[in-house]
């Protein structure tokens, strides 16, 4: 159980090109949902953290108007990179809790290249 | 920002040995201690999670130990095998709900 998916896997565009990526609970409710950045050799960092039907929370220096979140359902989060520049090339992640539960769910990530 | 940090960064093993790597946090406003194992191109896998001074918690040939009050937990694997190669995270969280990851120890276990 607690299975989370994340598609696509990984993604190659163009500098100024809008890029979507979701992220699903495949097997439990997900009330709250996390996106995660990974530089090569950094640990991961927090962005934002969505609840559904809830405007996201983004952590400091994280642009919202960059990195559009959309937590519709109780098993969809969607991170859109608006106007990708090469300086957005990393690894994405989310994870996802249910209501009460400490424990977070990873999904496989994203890996972004914008060229 | 806080710093949460582990070690050693990788490790390198034999199969049947056992080994043990630390991760080191903040104790002000602990929470919550997560340990997760992330194997390559797989999502990261829960093993733990912990809360309470002294915690200690099993799962096979793997157990983790917590010290809130000097901040700091164990994670051991006791003999070693090639399928535990994997990058082992550790994951705080704190009262204010913030989580600090750190930057993982990777393990090889050689057949």
């Known amino acids: ?115 | 920002i806080l710093n949460v940090e582990q070690s050693p960064q990788s490790l390198h093993v034999q199969e049947g040995d056992s080994t043990n790597f630390t991760c080191s946090f903040p104790s002000s406003n602990f929470y919550a201690l997560h340990w997760y194992r992330w194997e390559t191109a797989k999502s990261p896998e829960a093993l733990f999670v912990m809360t309470l001074n002294g915690d200690e918690k099993k799962k096979g040939r793997i157990s983790a130990t917590l010290n809130t009050k000097e901040g700091y937990s164990y994670l051991y694997i006791k003999g070693s095998q090639p399928e535990d190669s994997a990058t082992y995270l550790c994951v705080t969280r704190y009262n204010f709900n913030k989580f600090y990851f750190g930057s993982g120890t990777k393990l090889n276990v050689k057949p």
């Open chain 1, 1 to 115: 159980g607690a299975v989370v998916s994340q598609h696509p896997s990984w993604v190659i565009c163009k500098s100024g090109t809008s890029v979507k990526i979701e992220c699903r609970s495949l097997d439990f409710q997900a009330t709250t949902m996390f996106w995660y950045r990974q530089f090569p050799k950094q640990s991961l960092m927090l962005m934002a953290t969505s609840n559904e039907g809830s405007k996201a929370t983004y952590e400091q220096g994280v642009e919202k108007d960059k990195f559009l979140i959309n937590h519709a359902s109780l098993t969809l989060s969607t991170l859109t990179v608006t106007s990708a520049h090469p300086e957005d090339s990393s690894f994405y992640i989310c994870s996802a809790s249910a209501s009460g539960g400490e424990t977070q769910y990873f999904g496989p990530g994203t890996r972004l290249l914008v060229l």
